[in-house]
Structures are given as structure tokens and as C-alpha cells.
């Protein structure tokens, strides 16, 4: 009686198992399919990751590639060759990439706002690049030739031009406009309602009609884990290049020069990271140079 007792609950055990394999199974299964609403239009040829959900009024072209996990809200758009990276998220109305010719590629966990636009007609060439997790808010524009960084967050209504390179850890407030060609440095803060006609080295807060230098962005700085003591380094080396002394005589050239032999007298860490100028090249430098002098 006893073993016919355990041979049953053995075959109950046996039968849960199988059961709860059968269960893991399909969920798995259906976690890796990807929805489509029957309202959406994707187009045969079009690249579809596992995990996608597009939703209702969407539109993904014949050379769109779509990473997993992504999500397409309602009436948002994918054309073009464009190449969504995984687990990116494209809110309502957004479009990426349209049907001309050159490449848009996106990285992964990205965030595109509402009516958010990155490449549309008509734009003389369309390449861009756009790192991983960025935050891109409703209305913001990113035009041709763009090449944007990591960790980003762009409020709403930050225009950028063609041709505009923004580094990584970059803070936009909203209705910011970017002329072509400018370079945006890491960990930089851009004020409202500004209008960047020149580049914003790293560490630097500008703001403005024609922006103009408002210090460091110290609370960027502490956000993003600086000590204490690195940011007594850069305000040092602000001060030094950007506020003289009002008896000084020395030009922006001679300050710059003194404070790059200074650097490469010492070998700490936080010397080396007061010598932000190298982070923008010298021919941005030298484009800029109305906006640096003091």
C-alpha cells in the first residue's frame, strides 16, 4: 500500500514537472515573439527582432532593422535604412530615417520622444549615429550627418543641425538650437532657450542668445560622480584660462599654453583632467576663438 502510495506521488511529481517545463517553455516563446498590431504597416523585407511590439497607425520600411525588445507606440515611424538597437523605446508620432539615400544607425536603450524627428526629407545627405542610452524628448530634431554620444538627455525642442557632434553625458534644457558644425563636449550643460552657434568645450555651462560661457555645470559634474577635489581642479583651471586677474596682460593663447605645461609637469589624475581643452580639438579652438576670449 505504502509503495503504491509513493509511485503515485512520484508520478504526480513527474507529471507537475513536465507541466511547469511546458509552461516555461511557452512563455519563454511568447516572450521572444514579436507583436504587430493588425492597424500597423511593416513591410515584408523589414528586419523584425524578437520581443518587438509595434503598435497601431506605425510604419516600418523595407530596410528598417528593428533590435529586440524594442517598442513602436502608435503612429510612430521607422523608414529608410535605418538600424534600431535593442530595447529602444519610440514614443508617439516619432520618425526615424526616411527614404534617402545614406544610413541612420541607433544604439541601444535609447528613448525617442513624441513627434521627435531624426532624418526626414529633404536633407542634402543623411548619415547618423546615435550611441546607447539616450533620452530624447517630444519635438527634438536631430538633422543629417549627426554623430551623437552616450547618455544624453535632450529636453524638448532641442534642434539640432547637420553635421553637429555632441559627445557623451551632455544635458540640453528645453528649446535649445545647435548651428551645423558645432561640437558639443561631454558633461556640458546647455541652457534654455539658447542658441549654440560655436562649440561648448567639456565641463562648461553656456547659455544664451549666441550662448555665452556661464562657468562650469558643477551640479553635472557631481551627478556624474566627480570628487570633490576633481571639481576644485577644473574650477581651477577655468579661472585660470577664462577670469585673469585684471592686471594680466597675457593673451587666451598664453593662458592655454601655461596651463598645458602645467598639466605635463604633473602626472595626477586631476591634472589631467583640468586639461579639458584637449577634449576639443585645436581646430575647435581656433573656430571658436571669439567665443573663448575673455
Not at 509552461?23 to 504587430?36: L, P, W, Y
Not at 548651428?179 to 544664451?208: E, K, N, T, W
Request: proline share 2%.
Amino acid at each position: 500500500m505504502a509503495a503504491a502510495a509513493t509511485r503515485a506521488v512520484r508520478r504526480l511529481l513527474i507529471a507537475s514537472r513536465s507541466l511547469h517545463a511546458i509552461s516555461s517553455e511557452g512563455a519563454a516563446r511568447e516572450a521572444a515573439t514579436s507583436f504587430v498590431h493588425p492597424a500597423a504597416v511593416v513591410h515584408p523585407d523589414a528586419v523584425v527582432g524578437q520581443g518587438v511590439s509595434i503598435g497601431p497607425f506605425c510604419t516600418v520600411g523595407a530596410s528598417a532593422r528593428i533590435g529586440d525588445a524594442c517598442q513602436l507606440h502608435a503612429g510612430s515611424h521607422v523608414m529608410g535604412d535605418t538600424e534600431l538597437g535593442e530595447r529602444c523605446v519610440v514614443l508617439t508620432g516619432a520618425i526615424l530615417g526616411s527614404d534617402i539615400p545614406g544610413q541612420t544607425i541607433i544604439g541601444e536603450n535609447n528613448v525617442i520622444g513624441h513627434h521627435a524627428v531624426v532624418g526626414v526629407k529633404c536633407q542634402d545627405l543623411k548619415y547618423k549615429v546615435i550611441g546607447d542610452n539616450n533620452l530624447i524628448m517630444g519635438s527634438c530634431h536631430i538633422a543629417h550627418d549627426c554623430r551623437i554620444g552616450n547618455n544624453n538627455i535632450f529636453a524638448n525642442n532641442t534642434l539640432f543641425a547637420g553635421h553637429v557632434v555632441v559627445e557623451d553625458c551632455t544635458h540640453t534644457a528645453g528649446a535649445v538650437v545647435v548651428h551645423q558644425f558645432c561640437h558639443i563636449g561631454s558633461f556640458s550643460f546647455l541652457g534654455g532657450g539658447s542658441v549654440i552657434a560655436q562649440d561648448v568645450p567639456r565641463y562648461m555651462m553656456v547659455a544664451g542668445d549666441r550662448a555665452e560661457l556661464r562657468g562650469l555645470n558643477l551640479e553635472g559634474l557631481k551627478r556624474n560622480g566627480f570628487s570633490d577635489q576633481e571639481v576644485r581642479m577644473l574650477r581651477k583651471a577655468y579661472q585660470q584660462v577664462f577670469m585673469p586677474s585684471i592686471n594680466s596682460q597675457s593673451s587666451f593663447d598664453e593662458r592655454l599654453a601655461e596651463l598645458e605645461r602645467e598639466i605635463e609637469l604633473s602626472e595626477t589624475h586631476e591634472a589631467s583632467l583640468i586639461l579639458w581643452t584637449g577634449h576639443v580639438s585645436h581646430r575647435v579652438l581656433e573656430r571658436s576663438r571669439p567665443f573663448f576670449d575673455c
